[in-house]
Each structure stands twice: as C-alpha cells, then as structure tokens.
C-alpha cells in the first residue's frame, strides 16, 4: 500500500487527536508497525507469526488504567515540558 505526499498530509491533519479519532484507529489497521514488526522478530520459531500480524488489524484495544491515566496526564506533561525545556545535549560527549 502507498499513499502520496499530499494523502499522508491529510491524514496526518485529520488524525492528530488520535485517542479521539476513528480514522485514526482506521488507518493504523493499515499497516504493519515497527512495534508489531520488531514483535514478530523476536517471536520464538513455533508461533504462530499470522496470528501476531492479525492482531493489530481486528484489535477492539481501547485503553486500560495505565493508558487512561497517561491520558489524562498529558495536558499537565505539556505544561511542565514548556515551561522547562530540556537543556541542549550533545550526542557526542567526550
């Protein structure tokens, strides 16, 4: 599946409230992740491979405790992030 610049633009636009977003539920059945890829490649050989790469597309996952209270800390998580930027770090400390 391939989509053009301008397509991943607007679905971009139309999915940034994502946790709120049927499309954005939609679009992400589309395609294989990284995470469900990188799951796949550390899956023991007698697995069943289908099986994880099914789950993503028929998920009914909508949140737990741990998700809801991420959820509802992000706004605070924003606050705290703009009023105190992290300090500019170099990669290549010596």
Same mark, same amino acid.
């Given at each position: *599946? ?7 633009? #607007?679905?971009?636009? #139309?999915?940034?409230? #994502? ?23 550390? *899956? ?11 789950? %993503? ?27 105190? %930027? ?9």
């Amino acid at each position: *599946m391939s989509v053009t610049q301008k397509e991943r633009i #607007q679905i971009e636009e #139309q999915t940034r409230d #994502q946790d709120n977003s049927d499309q954005w539920q939609q679009e992400r059945r589309k395609w294989l992740t990284a995470s469900v890829v990188g799951g796949i490649a550390k *899956m023991k050989e007698k697995t069943k491979k289908s099986k994880k790469v099914q789950a %993503p597309l028929y998920s009914t996952f909508r949140g737990n405790q741990a998700t809801r209270y991420g959820k509802s800390m992000e706004a605070v998580s924003i606050h705290q992030y703009v009023s105190h %930027p992290p300090e500019p770090r170099s990669q290549f400390l010596s």
